[in-house]
């Protein structure tokens, strides 16, 4: 009866850590939308808001719309960027519609310098982003090369280069 139960609890433990596992791989691959939580939401605009004062010395009384605006735009494009049935150049042009729709919304609050101060930081921040991902895959991808050699018999038929 004992060991009946043991046996039974250590198979409900290896079916939850099983479950548990494949959930957290698929949060991994980027599964499911991601909608973030007001918390994340709010600490955007406030990183945001810092930055716009900061960096582009945008008056006070104007950051808080300039963030929400943002941010708004940001979350239409992460769900364009994240639909799978959009080919990546409709997603491109979807985007690129966003970006005009929010700059046009932006002019409204801001004027001509300060709307052109905010799209060219905006322009350097997005070549960052892209030149860090670049050297990120390039960083990857030597390390691939270098490590394929290194598997010592996988390929070569058996475990350490043994036969079986």
Known sequence: MKRALTILVTLLFLCISTISMGQRRHKKRGGGDFTPTEAQKMNFIEGYKRVLGDSLNIPTAKRDTVAAIELTYLLKKMKINNDKSISKDDKDVQTGMLDGDMY????????????????????RQKKEQDERIKAQKDAQAAQSNNTMGNRNGYYRGGYNGYGY
């Not at 046009?104 to 322009?123: K, S, W």
């Open 104 to 123: 046009m919304h932006l002019g409204a609050v801001l004027n001509a310098e300060e709307l052109q101060r905010l799209q060219a930081f905006e322009i």
